[in-house]
């Protein structure tokens, strides 16, 4: 057999593999009620979220001057706010946005750490303790001090610069756990085929030491969605979150709490929708990781 031949027939067994694994856990998450509830309930708030809009009688910009801070009414679901702005509209808007930060935060995040952890546990060495200071060193700052410092600077770029500095502050536990990982994968047999076959080393990371900690990566870009939606709704309660003339749940909320007393519906609609997202997110990284791991007592 040559050469080619052996490579091609290596990365097809390893293809084989990854896909009965992948079948399985589609079956095994089907089976589990934690995840298609939470998965019902996402597609529910997605389709809330990108049909309300349409739907509403009021745009995101308009005001109406004769309702200011008025009740929910058959005019205003979910009532005005202080400069008459409809607050169904933009909830459903800020939820657009939370659910996009959440989800580009976590790739952005699992990205990194994929990356950072898998080169440090393959080559080891100088590169790995490089790449480990770094990771302790941003394990060790402080969150706050940073954003504090980066905000009057970045505070004016818009969301996806936002989104990019949340996913450098939440990769580095990540990292570490898959450098473990690669360091016990770079010893199996079909790593160690490649290698003598002559497949380069970023190769053998790419397309046979990553893909077999999928289940790890995808479990974790679960919880980092819910984790990077409520940082950002934390940020922006301290101002330090996306600014007008965007809107997220987060800075809804941080505007709504200053009345939620005298004018509840201001705060309570976005506060609702953000606990029912988070919870559905949690639901759907609980049941996953049930159906990945081996020791969990809800594995069917």
Same mark, same amino acid.
């Given at each position: 057999m040559s050469l080619s031949a052996e490579r091609e027939a290596i990365t097809t067994e390893a293809a084989a593999e990854i896909s009965g694994r992948w079948s399985s856990l589609a079956k095994e998450l089907l089976a589990t009620r934690r995840v298609v509830i939470g998965l019902a309930i996402i597609l529910g708030l997605i389709a809330a979220a990108w049909i309300g809009p349409m739907l509403s009688p009021w745009g995101f910009g308009e005001r109406d001057f004769t309702a200011f801070r008025s009740p929910p009414s058959a005019d205003h679901w979910f009532g005005t706010g202080n400069t008459g702005r409809d607050i169904f509209h933009m909830t459903m808007v800020g939820l657009q946005k939370s659910i996009l930060i959440g989800l580009c935060a976590a790739l952005f995040t699992t990205v990194i750490a994929a990356l950072v952890g898998a080169f440090a546990g393959y080559y080891l060495g100088i590169t790995d303790r490089a790449l480990m200071? =770094? #990771?302790? !060193?941003? !394990?060790? @700052?402080?969150?706050?001090?940073?954003?504090?410092? @980066?905000y009057p600077v970045l505070r004016d770029s818009g969301w996806l610069i936002f989104v990019l500095l949340l996913g450098c502050l939440m990769w580095m536990v990540t990292a570490k756990m898959v450098?473990?990982? #690669?360091?016990?994968?770079?010893?199996?047999? /079909? =790593?160690?085929?490649?290698? /003598?076959?002559?497949?380069?080393?970023?190769?053998?990371? @790419?397309?046979?030491?990553?893909? *077999?900690?999928?289940? !790890?990566?995808?479990?974790?870009?679960?919880? *980092?969605?819910?984790?990077?939606?409520?940082?950002? #709704?934390?940020?922006? /309660?301290? %101002?330090? %979150?996306?600014?007008?003339?965007? =809107? #997220?749940?987060?800075? !809804?909320?941080?505007?709504g709490s200053r009345q939620a007393l005298a004018f509840p519906w201001t705060f309570w609609f976005c506060t609702g929708l953000l606990i029912v997202l988070v919870l559905a997110v949690n639901l759907i990284g609980d049941g996953l990781r049930d159906a990945l791991d081996p020791h969990s007592k809800s594995r069917t």
């Open positions: 200071w =770094v #990771t302790d !060193l941003f !394990l060790v @700052l402080p969150q706050f001090l940073i954003l504090a410092i @980066l450098r473990g990982m #690669t360091i016990s994968l770079k010893e199996r047999e /079909y =790593v160690l085929a490649a290698r /003598y076959m002559g497949v380069s080393h970023g190769r053998i990371i @790419l397309r046979h030491i990553l893909p *077999n900690m999928s289940s !790890l990566l995808i479990v974790d870009a679960t919880i *980092n969605v819910s984790s990077a939606i409520i940082l950002e #709704t934390a940020l922006s /309660y301290f %101002g330090f %979150g996306i600014q007008p003339p965007d =809107v #997220t749940l987060g800075s !809804l909320i941080a505007e």
